[in-house]
């Protein structure tokens, strides 16, 4: 009786643990893979003047070979052959790119001192990093528009120090300068969260130790603290450097007409040229380009658990 019992035991928890590890998996396929495809297919599909606007519809399991028969890659070899998309991709990469640099540079000196802080007061600089989440995001980018046009407060502030002439305006607005600015203050939390956890979690008798057979500051970051940081620095980047690559809102708002970014020509095919079906191709792409980054992210991952 007591065997069965045990068997019956054994059976509900696999089945718990069976439901628990297969939630994440349902939700990936509701939300992530279910879209993908649907996206997927509307980019094989070709521009019609109906709602939707794309053909063919799947209209049941009847027509089922008429509807594969009309599928085709014409949208994919448009992609290669203007070289506007191939100049989105490229200066969406560029841009992310640079803007992972500088939010790294930027950001590692303050996770640096946050996580050497006194303990008491490491709470107080964590919830200063996180504050400007309370604040919405396209509010934020908002007010740098009224601090860096010609005649915004930056403008202001360095006629008030004399730095600039009566006359003279601050040219930063509507530059690739103003879209930098704006995506390094909007995603330096995803840098510095990660690379504090990393820093905080470091043991200091390393460095004591270092210091104490001769090994001078700098050299002492470079061959311990920024190795055992890797960790952080990668998963911040990955953070930042993914979403910031289809960033749409930022070059749209800050960045000018030579700012071409693929989230705003993402943009431009779904809701100015209703051409769904480039506009799916073009997701597809991008979403190609950032599995990369994403596989690295979570193979990097797996060596740190």
């Known amino acids: 009786m007591a065997a069965v019992q045990d068997i019956d035991t054994q059976d509900k928890g696999g089945l718990g643990r069976l439901l628990v590890a297969g939630l994440p998996y349902l939700w990936l396929l509701l939300f992530f893979a279910a879209p993908f495809f649907i996206i997927f297919k509307i980019s094989l599909s070709d521009t019609a003047i109906a709602l939707p606007p794309y053909t063919p519809v799947f209209e049941g399991f009847g027509a089922i070979g008429d509807f594969f028969s009309q599928l085709d890659f014409e949208n994919y070899i448009f992609l290669t052959d203007d070289p506007l998309y191939v100049t989105a991709y490229l200066s969406s990469l560029r841009i992310a790119a640079i803007s992972t640099v500088l939010l790294l540079l930027i950001g590692y000196p303050i996770a640096l001192a946050m996580a050497r802080a006194p303990g008491s007061i490491r709470p107080t600089l964590v919830m200063m990093v996180i504050l400007p989440f309370w604040t919405s995001f396209l509010i934020r980018v908002y007010a740098w528009i009224g601090i860096l046009k010609p005649d915004g407060l930056l403008t202001l502030l360095l006629h008030g120090v004399g730095l600039l002439g009566p006359e003279e305006q601050v040219q930063i607005f509507r530059t690739d300068t103003a879209v ?39 050299k002492a970051f470079w061959r311990i603290t920024f190795p055992l940081s890797l960790p952080g620095v990668i998963a911040g980047s990955m953070i930042c450097f993914i979403p ?16 071409l970014m693929i989230g705003k020509t993402l943009w431009t095919e779904f809701f100015g040229n209703r051409d769904w079906p480039l506009a799916s191709a073009v997701a597809v792409v991008l979403l190609i380009f950032l599995v990369i980054p994403i596989m690295i992210f979570q193979n990097q991952q797996k060596k740190v658990a």
């Open 244 to 259: 910031i690559t289809g960033e749409f809102v930022i070059p749209d708002l800050l960045g000018g007409a030579d700012t």
């Open 180 to 218: 930098f600015i704006g995506i390094v203050y909007s995603y330096l939390p995803f840098m510095v969260l990660p690379l504090y956890s990393a820093l905080e979690k470091m043991d200091n008798t390393l460095l004591e130790a270092a210091n104490d057979l001769g090994c001078p500051p700098l």
